[in-house]
């Protein structure tokens, strides 16, 4: 999976409760991204970060927050994990935005909001 | 509202069969449109992409096809064998961005 590691694989909390999840990369790539992976609507966008501390939403950012203090880990936290929040989050990273510049994808977390 | 719709849902063939998935976009701001294969418990995979400039790109038993008037794309996997049962998904990426658009998925089995 291209140097990215997603920690944790799987996560189970309560509705109400944080929760952070991590994208850790070993490929120095600039850009790094969150989607969300959800039957019938492929994977969207949360948030991407193009540098550290630089960051920008995605369309789907509503109740999710992202940080990035390093160049290989980038953050997403549920502030308050609701039930529509359950999914399948992947991190991607690519080494710039030309057309040529390839997403590579984490193996993926799965959260369950109950 | 979905950016990009793909078609169909699923889709069974015989191995040795050929396979046919079908994307439709309306924006004109997309200016690249890869296709990403995904198995089960994995992340997605680029598989194959094409620039709207060339109306159709083979590698191997992958080819896309292009058809910018009509705004429309898609992927034929020729001689499909069993290694290829997985989620295919289009994407179409926005002008100068990394932001990249997918399609809901089709998945694909193929019956040894």
């Known amino acids: 999976d291209a140097g990215i590691t997603q920690s944790p694989r799987h996560k189970v909390t309560e509705t109400g409760t944080p929760v952070t999840l991590r994208c850790h990369q070993t490929?120095?790539?600039?850009?790094m991204y969150w989607y969300r992976q959800d039957p019938g609507h492929g994977l969207r966008l949360i948030h991407y970060s193009y540098g550290v501390k630089d960051t920008d939403k995605g369309e789907v950012s509503d109740g999710y927050s992202v940080s990035r203090s390093k160049t290989e880990d980038f953050l997403l936290t549920l502030e308050s994990a609701t039930s529509s929040q359950t999914s399948v989050y992947f991190c991607?990273?690519?080494?710039?935005?030309?057309?040529?510049?390839?997403?590579?994808f984490g193996p993926g977390t799965r959260l369950t909001v109950l | 509202q979905q950016q990009v719709k793909q078609s169909p849902q699923s889709l069974i063939v015989q191995k040795g069969g050929i396979s046919i998935i079908n994307c439709a976009y309306e924006n004109t701001a997309f200016d690249y449109f890869p296709w990403y294969q995904q198995f089960p418990g994995k992340g997605p995979a680029l598989l194959i992409a094409?620039?709207?400039?060339?109306s159709e790109k083979k590698e191997g038993r992958f080819t896309i096809s292009f058809n910018k008037s009509a705004k429309q794309f898609s992927l034929h996997i020729m001689d499909s064998q069993p290694g290829d049962s997985a989620t295919y998904f289009c994407a179409a990426r926005v002008l100068r961005t990394g932001k990249l658009s997918f399609g809901a998925g089709t998945t694909v089995t193929v019956r040894a």
């Open positions: 094409i620039r709207p400039d060339v």
């Open positions: 490929e120095n790539h600039r850009y």
């Open positions: 991607a990273i690519s080494p710039g935005q030309r057309r040529a510049d390839t997403q590579y």
